[in-house]
């Protein structure tokens, strides 16, 4: 059987669809109800639209969820006093501390770029996240290799000043995680970058846990029977910087005559 629904009918479904949506996070099948079924623009300008678009808009930013922040921003025509609310700047704030936790690169750099400039948060803020980061990668990671590279990524992407990474706690944590890799069978070249990344102090590097550490390592190596083999730094990876082409991991170098394996 054929029947038709009135526009009037399918209107009000829409925005009670809309609504729906918002209420649960669904930020794109909002939109998409919205293009879909031309629900006038007057409708989204009315209160209890934005309010709902504004609590969507704070709940995605509190997890992270960039894309759709954004969507609901603009779509939505957020004005700009709500966008410097202190619920939003601190929902923001959150949304920055949550990329930062992220595993994956591109979310923690653009998705905090793109948070940074869309509620202008302050450049000191982000340092003040980021540094945080740099030590949870250092120090309260899940004990990976990524870990230490993220540290590395964050500290370049958002160009940490020396004066952080020179403080007792970025120190502190990137020297506990130098020892954790110098005694970790086969990993002491990670320790060796940690040092040059982050600028360990002579006196750090003198510090008797350092000291133990870096015996330690030597020990097993001998035990090994390992003794033609050589631990560079980072930046012996990067072509143009050492040498013309970077060196890789198992690599033979030629050090005054011996051949060494990297």
Not at 98 to 115: H, Q, W
Not at 124 to 134: E, M, R, Y
């Amino acid at each position: 059987k054929t029947f038709l629904l009135s526009a009037d009918d399918v209107q009000n479904a829409s925005k009670k669809g809309i609504e729906n949506r918002l209420s649960n996070g669904s930020v794109e099948e909002a939109l998409k109800i919205k293009n879909e079924f031309q629900v006038p623009s007057k409708f989204f300008s009315s209160p209890e639209i934005q309010h709902l678009a504004i609590a969507s808009m704070i709940q995605c930013l509190q997890k992270g969820r960039v894309e759709d922040v954004v969507l609901i921003k603009d779509q939505f025509a957020i004005p700009s006093e709500v966008l410097f609310s202190r619920e939003v700047q601190g929902a923001a704030r959150m949304g920055i501390i949550k990329c930062f936790s992220s595993s994956s690169e591109n979310e923690y750099i653009t998705s905090v770029a793109k948070i940074k400039d869309q509620f202008s948060v302050s450049p000191n803020d982000i340092l003040t996240f980021a540094k945080t980061a740099v030590i949870s990668s250092l120090s309260g990671g899940n004990g990976y290799t990524q870990d230490i590279y993220k540290a590395r990524a964050i500290k370049d992407s958002f160009s940490i000043p020396d004066d952080i990474i020179s403080s007792p706690e970025v120190q502190q944590a990137a020297s506990e995680s130098a020892v954790k890799w110098l005694i970790t069978d086969g990993h002491d070249n990670i320790a060796v970058s940690i040092k040059e990344v982050f600028s360990l102090s002579a006196d750090i590097i003198r510090s008797q846990k350092i000291q133990d550490a870096a015996k330690a390592c030597i020990l097993n190596y001998l035990k090994k029977g390992d003794i033609d083999k050589v631990v560079l730094g980072y930046n012996y990876q990067e072509d143009n910087r050492i040498f013309k082409k970077g060196v890789v991991l198992g690599e033979k170098l030629d050090i005054n005559g011996m051949k060494f394996e990297v």
